[in-house]
Every structure is written in structure tokens, then in C-alpha cells.
């Protein structure tokens, strides 16, 4: 609860909105859980359009 001392008590309300995260942020924590759930990967598949 809060209050000033000017009038009853209030509670303190706190920002329920989801964080904005920036593109280099969402890289980052996308990175580091990849790297830290998979130590190693073999990945399989084949290439198209190259020349």
C-alpha cells in the first residue's frame, strides 16, 4: 500500500505488460537457449539454389 499522507492508502499497482524486446535482445536470449538445451547437432538436409 502507498500513501503520501493527502489522502487513504492506495495499492502499489504493478506493469502487468509484457516487456518489448529489441531485435539484438531476442537474438540473443534465442542464441544462448539454443546453445545451452543442444551441446551438439548434427543437422541433415539438402541446399537448393546454389550455384
Known sequence: ???DG???ATPHLQD???RAL???ELNHQA???L???FMQVWVEG???GFS
Open 6 to 8: 493527502s489522502g487513504p
Open 1 to 3: 500500500m502507498y500513501n
Open 22 to 24: 529489441s531485435v539484438s
Open 31 to 33: 542464441r544462448h537457449l
Open 35 to 37: 546453445e545451452s538445451s
Open 16 to 18: 502487468t505488460r509484457p
Open 46 to 48: 539438402e541446399l537448393s
